[in-house]
């Protein structure tokens, strides 16, 4: 189950399990503003709220097309509205910086090097389906937050608002980024096409090369796009290329392809931050 931990006043927000059933059945038919469902199956869990669908992973947390068909239980909880208003935050994220723990690692370093500050940790824990999600409202709270077997914890994930604002929209009432400016879709382009070509890598090769990939993060991570954080974007999507040990020529052009779509739909962009000749180049050397 998602809770939610408040860490700096030291509550948690947890939903109320109202039934829980092996039959089949609609969930959508039973959801109201106060319920959503949660179902389990082969270690993924999938959860229904309004007339959507997420399924989570050991892995990931991505929004399905359509709903799944099989599931060994489905359950239905209540939550308040304060409840809700953070799940729905939540789900709107994409993951800004994600690990896997080790009793080698010392996790807060890490953390602190996320350069994140404002939005959530989520602790996955899979096939376990509790996933612990802490607020994250100033950065502090990684000193504050106690870790214990994680070996058995299968990801750390950190979605920051401010690195969502591209995604999101400037305009979207979050409560736990009043002070934080709104920021120009594009002038977070690099760091848009950063994420689409790692998120392909670790969904269709392997995540592996997540944790092996060397790159300048404060450099990507920046407010605005620069000639020097496009090319550290493509210096690290490079690197990330030549770390592919199978069918890496069948990758390479996916990739490619990607590169084109996301060059054709921010093509106005990238020619007002006058980008587009870095990426053509990139496009041609790969």
Known sequence: MLTFYDINNQTELKPELEFKSRIK?????????????????????????????????????????????????????????????LLKQYLALEPCFKFKPSPE???KPVLKNSSCKNGFLEINSLPNPEIDIIIIKTGNEFDLIELTNTEKINRIIIYDFEKNLCRIGANQNNTL???ITGEDPASAIHRRLFELILNYIEKNISTKITYELQFNRNAIFRERATPETLQATLS?????????????KEHREKIKTLIEIFYSENYAELEKLNLTTQIEKFYTEI
């Open 105 to 107: 690692i010392d996790i």
């Open 177 to 179: 980024t009043e002070e």
């Open 25 to 85: 059945f609609d969930p959508f038919k039973v959801l109201n503003e106060n319920l959503f469902a949660v179902a389990l199956y082969n270690n993924n869990l999938f959860l229904f709220i309004d007339r959507l669908v997420y399924q989570f992973t050991p892995e990931f947390k991505f929004k399905l097309e359509k709903p799944p068909t099989t599931w060994e239980t489905i359950s239905i909880y209540s939550a308040p509205k304060n409840y809700f208003d």
């Open 236 to 248: 690290a999507i490079k690197s990330a290329i030549n770390l592919i040990k199978v069918n890496q």
